[in-house]
T-cell receptor, first 112, second 113 residues
Framework: KNQVEQSPQSLIILEGKNCTLQ??????????LRWYKQDTGRGPVSLTI?????NTKSNGRYTATLDADTKQSSLHITASQLSDSASYIC???????????FGAGTRLFVKA | DAGVIQSPRHEVTEMGQEVTLRCKPI?????LFWYRQTMMRGLELLIY????????DSGMPEDRFSAKMPNASFSTLKIQPSEPRDSAVYFC???????????FGQGTRLTVV
């Protein structure tokens, strides 16, 4: 069964600290993996998209990694800011199309 | 560009009533998606259109749900009759095939009492 599992479910960190969010998937075949950020009360916003051949992709203080062999991805946030408080959703596409499988998300709280 | 625009932002209705959610995609985008988000199930794709034509509606939960896209700049998601379990946030998103990244609207929070 195609699944995307994210951990932890929620995380609290102090402003300025780094953190890493995990995404494990059992989707097959695999085309691409995306990380979205969703602020409270708003729609998800794309952070990165990675294909099978990409291992690392950065977007400012966000760095995503992908290991297609172990079917794991991580999202690393450097020097966290209060505005990073949001849900982070991992999304996997089996065929590059739009029938994507969503993870449940990790809820990140950044405290001053 | 104003992004994907959804209306209303909030809707409270009584069980059994008809509910219509509206979406204006980003101009020029050829794909439009309707998603539902709940605490229990997360984000789920309900239906998507390409060039105004419904491509896959396998995510639509029941016949009570219907979606239309009469033109490239407007789509509706209708629930008739509504039930309390339909309470969720409904997102509309649009995309260009070449980008494969969906841009989401701010969502409509539906509460059926």
């Amino acid at each position: 069964k195609n699944q995307v599992e994210q951990s932890p479910q929620s995380l609290i960190i102090l402003e300025g600290k780094n953190c890493t969010l995990q995404c494990n998937y059992t989707v097959s075949p695999f085309s691409n993996l995306r990380w979205y950020k969703q602020d409270t009360g708003r729609g998800p916003v794309s952070l990165t998209i990675m294909t099978f051949s990409e291992n690392t992709k950065s977007n400012g203080r966000y760095t995503a990694t992908l290991d297609a062999d172990t079917k794991q991805s991580s999202l690393h946030i450097t020097a966290s800011q209060l505005s990073d408080s949001a849900s982070y959703i991992c999304v996997v596409s089996p065929d590059g199309g739009f029938k994507t499988i969503f993870g449940a998300g990790t809820r990140l709280f950044v405290k001053a | 560009d104003a992004g994907v625009i959804q209306s209303p932002r909030h809707e409270v209705t009584e069980m059994g009533q008809e509910v219509t959610l509206r979406c204006k995609p980003i101009s020029g985008h050829d794909y439009l998606f309707w998603y539902r988000q709940t605490m229990m199930r997360g984000l789920e794709l309900l239906i998507y259109f390409n060039n105004n034509v419904p491509i896959d509606d396998s995510g639509m939960p029941e016949d009570r749900f219907s979606a239309k896209m009469p033109n490239a700049s407007f789509s509706t998601l209708k629930i008739q009759p509504s039930e309390p379990r339909d309470s969720a946030v409904y997102f509309c998103a649009s995309s260009l095939l070449g980008w494969r990244i969906a841009f989401f609207g701010q969502g409509t929070r539906l509460t059926v009492v």
